[in-house]
Structure formats: C-alpha cells, structure tokens
C-alpha cells in the first residue's frame, strides 16, 4: 500500500512539472480569465447594485464568487481531454490494464499535479487583482479557509472524476467529442459557472441540484467564501463526498466493462 501512495505522489508531481512547462498558456489563461472577470463582476455589480438582496448577495459577496470562479476555472476539468481518450482510441489502453496501478487513480493522480499548477498560476493572481480593484468579502476566521480548501481538493477531483467517466465512452464509441462538449455545457451550467445556483428558479435549481456539478463549482467558493459556513458547510463538503463514491465507482465499473468489450485490432 506504501509504495503504491509513492507511485501516485510521483504522479502528481509529474503532473505538476508537465503543466509547470505551458507558461505561456497558463499566462494567456490568466489574461481571459481577468477579462472575463471584469465583464462579468460589471454585468452582476450592476444588478447587485440594481436589486438589493440579489440572491442574498451583495457587492463583496457577488465580488467573491465572480472571482473565485474565475480563478478556479483551470483547476476545474470541463475543459480538458484526458490522455485516457486517445490510449482507448489507439487500443493503447490494453498496456495500462497490464500495468500494477489502478488506471483511474493514476490518471486522477496525474490531473490533480497538474490543477494544483494552474491554481498557482492563474487563481491567485486572478484573486488577488479581483481584491484590489472590486473589493472582496472574504472570511475574517481559519475555519471556512481550511474547510474550503478540502472543498476545492473534492471539487478538483470530482470534475476529473466526471469527465473520465464521459471518455470511457471510447471504449464502445468511435468518437466521444459530441458527448464530452455536451458534459461540458450542461456541467458548466449546472454548476454555477453563467451565475450562481441561487439565482436560479427553484425547478432550475433542484435540477441542478440532483447532478454533481454544483459539487464542482458553487459548493467550495460558498464554502470558501464564507457564504455557507457552520454545519451548512460541513453538510456541502458530505454531498461532495457522496458523488465522489458515486464518481469512483462509476469509473471502476465502465473500465471493467470496457475492458471486457476491448478488442486491440492490427497490433
């Protein structure tokens, strides 16, 4: 089991120096994530400012989700392709069966080195111009940081989680980026990226409520930001917990069947 945590702690660090080399796109990521920023805080500014109690927010707290979304954005796997989509494409997988690892795992290990990179490179910096020039509301206590922080370690891994299990697809499609662009839409959504879930109509919501993806997004900036604190927050963080089962067991059992339906052709 001790060496099996080494393998996957080497992963992870790989991961990180594997992103560590994309400076220039993690800098021109940082770049639309603070455009993108300023519209939106401008677009949600202004109806905070329009409607008091807009959704319980107001300028600080409506200032905290709008800049923490964006910079958890490249922390977050809507928009990756997992190297596990072109291993099934090229039958390449059948040397990760063979392999002493568990395949989820290790691609997941790998993902998180990477997300723990961006967040150094585009979230703080996001945040921090988001708390000079907007004006922030955050926690004035240890507790929601230290919460939170598990949170966003959940919601990182959840999105990989997700998307993973939308790839092993491949294993009975020939193409799986119509389903990966649709798992991309409805997550981002569903997750609160457009706005956030309280702003939602209640059948909206319940909707969005019913799938992980506000596990991915809203639940650890609410947690994060001190919006949610106390028993509220600890019960967000089980929810996350419950679709990380969910997730790992779903993944467990599509690779399992993918691997009974494998047949490496040619090779």
């Known amino acids: ?80 392709v997992p190297d596990i989509v072109e291993r099934i494409h090229t039958g390449d997988v059948v040397i990760d069966f063979l392999r002493p690892i568990d395949i989820q795992f290790a691609h997941l290990a790998e993902y998180l080195g990477r997300a723990a990179c961006t967040l150094l490179a585009r979230a703080l910096p996001s945040i921090l111009v988001g708390v000079v020039t907007f004006g922030l509301a955050f926690p004035t ?35 799986t980026r119509g389903l990966r662009a649709l798992h991309m839409i409805l997550g981002t959504f569903l997750a609160g990226l457009f706005a956030p879930l309280h702003l939602f109509p209640d059948w909206l919501r319940a909707i969005a409520y019913a799938t992980p993806f506000p596990s991915m997004l809203q639940w650890p900036i609410d947690v994060l930001s001190g919006r949610t604190t106390g028993f509220a927050a600890l019960e967000l963080v089980v929810v996350q917990c419950f679709w990380l089962v969910i997730l790992v067991g779903a993944g467990q059992l599509l690779l399992r069947a993918g691997r009974r339906k494998l047949e490496v052709q040619g090779g």
């Open 1 to 80: 089991m001790r060496s099996d945590v080494g393998v996957y702690w080497q992963l992870v660090k790989a991961g990180f120096r594997r992103q560590s080399h994309y400076r220039l796109a993690m800098l021109a990521g940082l770049f639309t994530n603070l455009i993108f920023g300023f519209v939106r805080a401008a677009v949600l500014g202004a109806a905070v400012h329009a409607n008091n109690g807009f959704g319980g927010y107001d300028r600080g707290t409506i200032g905290a989700y709008i800049w923490l979304s964006q910079g958890l954005l490249g922390a977050i796997a809507f928009w990756i």
């Open 141 to 175: 206590t240890a507790g929601p940081y230290v919460l939170g922080s598990f949170s966003l370690l959940l919601a990182m891994t959840l999105s990989f989680l997700s998307m993973f299990a939308v790839s092993l697809a491949g294993f009975w499609l020939i193409e």
